[in-house]
């Protein structure tokens, strides 16, 4: 393997020796990423039809939220940060699609703008590079501008993930900053008890590898700036409190706990069915294509054929929580498992490259080498993420739920302390653009630079 690598290195190395060369191929590519992310602004907010996808949801809550106001909103249950967010954006625009799209657009502005200037994080000498990779990744999540809560929440991960990272690389970390994104994060999406579990195992392991445990790195300022945000949070859900109504809408599908969180996601704009149900509509279609032999990127079949398998099967339990998928079918779990880290592997080309794939090689590198740097928690927490993932969906995971830890790749793999030889240097940022560009490029010509034209 070791070989493999330090061929390839010199071979790239033959092709990126002209440093003139290879500054041409950055600024074009610069100029290209641009221009991609500009035309997929233009194509998400304005020229994509209304009400597609989960934007229904949040048009219907947004709509609530004007006519009935904060306190009914609670109990009837929203996202918190992008319904208050649109709510002063419509009174500009009168139109709620628009002002949910822009919002997702701020958001998405906001994010840039810290990452381009929180000290310490992304260093100059490859800020050029790192804003190539960052646009086209943006730019190839269509969700990110769409009329939901993906990018306010995707945002709140990031930021959370990168002052953690500057915490722990003896940097200043921001205290509100870190407050303000646990609360924005918690209150958009319950998703969030997926993500922040890892960050604390990713910490922990981080802590074990480095110095063994040290009981009192629990009360450092990350617990103390968590738990404040839980304070925050039950505090914007005083009506919940008031009234006592400590449940949501999901049924089984969440948590019960997760009262506090945006969770009205009951029904769907598919179907009137109130049975309905996300896990067993993915569950099933995974397990249809599993049936006729294919076992990747399975396609979603229609729920009235869920349906029909429900009524002539009821002995047989479709799985209707993450829960109950992880508890009752641990076969289809198990047999499930490597085909989903396959189809993220092979995914993550189009928004990342190569990137993913030189994790565990660099990881592996850094390991053997006893080097546990700062950057050991962000590449444990990319994968652990992935893993957990794989494990508790049962069909396709799709990459919007990766924004987060993708931007995460880029943040470790742009700055030099981290490069390794023969598995990341210069060289490998290079041929990555170049792979880049070619999809960037190549997408365009396929859509005619508009995809909803």
Not at 17 to 37: A, E, G, P
Not at 74 to 85: A, E, R
Not at 138 to 163: H, P, Q, Y
Request: hydrophobic share 50%.
């Amino acid at each position: 393997m070791k070989t493999y690598a330090y061929q390839f290195s010199r071979l790239l190395s033959m092709f990126f020796s002209d440093q003139n060369i290879n500054k041409r191929i950055v600024n074009y590519s610069l100029i290209l990423s641009c221009f991609y992310l500009v035309v997929r602004i233009i194509d998400n907010v304005i020229l994509q039809m209304n009400s597609l996808g989960d934007e229904w949801f949040f048009i219907r809550d947004l709509s609530f939220y004007l006519d009935n106001g904060y306190y009914l909103s609670v109990l009837n249950g929203f996202s918190i940060p992008i319904t208050i967010l649109s709510s002063w954006i419509f009174n500009f625009t009168g139109d709620l699609s628009l002002s949910l799209r822009l919002s997702n657009t701020f958001s998405n502005f906001i994010l840039i703008i810290y990452l381009f200037y929180r000290k310490d994080l992304v260093k100059n000498d490859f800020k050029k590079i790192f804003t190539i990779f960052l646009f086209m990744l943006i730019g190839t999540m269509g969700g990110m501008f769409t009329g939901t809560n993906d990018s306010i929440f995707n945002a709140s991960l990031v930021i959370i993930f990168s002052e953690i990272y500057l915490h722990i690389r003896k940097s200043k970390s921001n205290n509100i900053i870190m407050v303000i994104a646990f609360t924005s994060c918690i209150l958009s999406r319950p998703h969030f008890i997926i993500y922040l579990p890892m960050v604390f195992l990713s910490l922990v392991i981080l802590y074990v590898i480095r110095n063994g445990w040290i009981v009192k790195n629990i009360f450092s300022s990350i617990s103390i700036n968590f738990f404040t945000s839980i304070i925050l949070v039950v505090l914007f859900n005083y009506p919940k409190i008031i009234e006592s109504n400590f449940k949501h809408n999901q049924g089984n599908y969440l948590p019960e706990f997760l009262f506090f969180t945006y969770s009205d996601k009951s029904g769907t704009y598919k179907t009137n069915d109130p049975g309905f149900n996300w896990t067993q509509w993915h569950f099933y279609s995974q397990m249809v294509s599993n049936q006729s032999g294919n076992y990747l990127f399975a396609p979603v079949v229609e729920w009235n054929e869920v349906q029909e398998f429900k009524e002539k099967n009821t002995d047989y339990s479709l799985p209707s929580s993450y829960q109950e998928y992880l508890q009752n079918h641990p076969l289809s779990v198990i047999k499930r498992f490597p085909f989903s880290i396959i189809e993220i592997s092979l995914m993550s080309i189009r928004h990342l490259g190569l990137f993913l794939f030189m994790i565990p090689a660099w990881l592996y590198y850094k390991i053997n080498n006893k080097a546990f740097d700062s950057s050991i928690f962000i590449s444990i927490l990319i994968l652990s993420t992935i893993f957990i993932w794989a494990l508790i969906w049962p069909r396709y995971i799709d990459n919007r739920w990766l924004v987060s830890i993708y931007i995460m790749v880029l943040i470790m793999v742009t700055n030099k302390n981290n490069f390794v030889p023969h598995i990341l240097e210069k060289k490998h940022l290079m041929l990555n653009i170049i792979i880049m560009d070619f999809i960037t490029v190549w997408a365009l010509w396929k859509w005619k630079i508009f995809l909803h034209i």
